[in-house]
């Protein structure tokens, strides 16, 4: 099998990941700039939601590409513009072997995210 690229999906039920979202969680898991996007909105909860759903999916694509360990601060998701295009940010080392397409959706209860990365 050719593990060139990998697919990462990963599903938020907000409800449920309300109760999750305290200071010691963003902590440890949000980077300072996806903190700051979030909080620009007023109904930050599914900023959240979407980043932390979209974090999952890079992760999961990413693993199956590189069993290195790889934290959640280490993915960062930035979009350039308010709603804009979500990018992913790797802090984990130098060179960036992946490139990755990440898009996110919500609607109701839910936000949703699927990451495809590729080695480069």
């Not at 513009?81 to 992946?98: L, Q």
């Not at 609607?107 to 080695?119: C, F, H, M, S």
């Amino acid at each position: 099998m050719n593990n060139e690229f990998a697919v990462g999906n990963d599903l938020v039920f907000i409800p449920d990941f309300k109760q999750s979202l305290n200071p010691l969680f963003k902590k440890k898991v949000y980077t300072a700039n996806e903190i700051s996007y979030c909080e620009l909105f007023q109904d930050s909860l599914l900023r959240y939601a979407s980043t932390w759903a979209a974090k999952e999916a890079v992760y999961k694509a990413v693993k199956q590409l590189d069993r290195a360990a790889l934290s959640w601060k280490k993915i960062e998701v930035i979009r350039e513009k308010i709603s804009g295009r979500p990018h992913v940010v790797f802090h984990h080392r130098p060179e960036n072997p992946f490139q990755v397409s990440l898009t996110l959706s919500h609607d109701g209860d839910y936000a949703w995210a699927i990451a495809i990365a590729k080695l480069i």
